[in-house]
């Protein structure tokens, strides 16, 4: 596979500023290689027929949206994080409970299905957090203490059956496998 397609996924995945050198270090390529990649990554994106712009300031880069977009973005925003949890929302924020701290890969593969959406609604919503991974260019999420003062409890061990759902077989082979 290219570089530019490799480089696309991981800015996607990590939904937040990357710094190159940690991309570089990732694919195993120079950051000058890397930083070349790019130039040809914001020419397929930053234009007007795009809603997705590639930002690169100093050592960092980010796969943002394009500017132009904001109005639509805030009324889907606003559409997504009104009212009550979805059935998805409430899923995902119960595998971060009871399994964090979790990946978005590792959220995913347990869930089946693309969580980028449901994430960002959660953190808006001050129900998770997120924390950078050292070893690697993941975030993980864990619960808020927001969110463990409205359920009641002072730590996620205190949520119902925590030991057992934490332990669970199929968790623990999920999270060795990613």
């Known amino acids: 596979m290219s570089l530019i397609p490799q480089i696309e996924a991981i800015l996607f995945v990590a939904s937040k500023p990357v710094r190159i050198k940690d991309i570089a270090k990732s694919l195993k390529q120079s950051e000058n290689h890397i930083l ?11 234009h007007d027929e795009s809603g997705i712009h590639i930002i690169v300031q100093e050592d960092m880069v980010q796969m943002a949206t394009n500017p132009d977009c904001a109005t639509s973005i ?29 990946s ?45 003062a409205h359920l009641g409890v002072s730590s996620v061990e205190d949520l119902p059956e925590y030991t057992t759902m934490n332990q669970h077989e199929y968790i623990l082979s999920t999270k060795t496998t990613s």
């Open 36 to 46: 070349e990649a790019f130039e040809t990554i914001q020419a397929k994106y930053n």
């Open 104 to 148: 978005r890969p590792e959220l995913e593969e347990i869930r089946g299905v693309n969580c980028a959406v449901i994430i960002r609604n959660l953190l808006v919503r001050g129900l998770i957090e997120e924390q950078k991974r050292e070893e690697d260019l993941l975030h993980t999420y864990t619960l808020s203490m927001q969110a463990l």
């Open 74 to 102: 805030e009324g889907f925003t606003k559409y997504e994080i009104a009212g009550e949890l979805t059935k998805a929302q409430l899923e995902s924020l119960t595998v971060i409970a009871y399994i964090g701290p979790v």
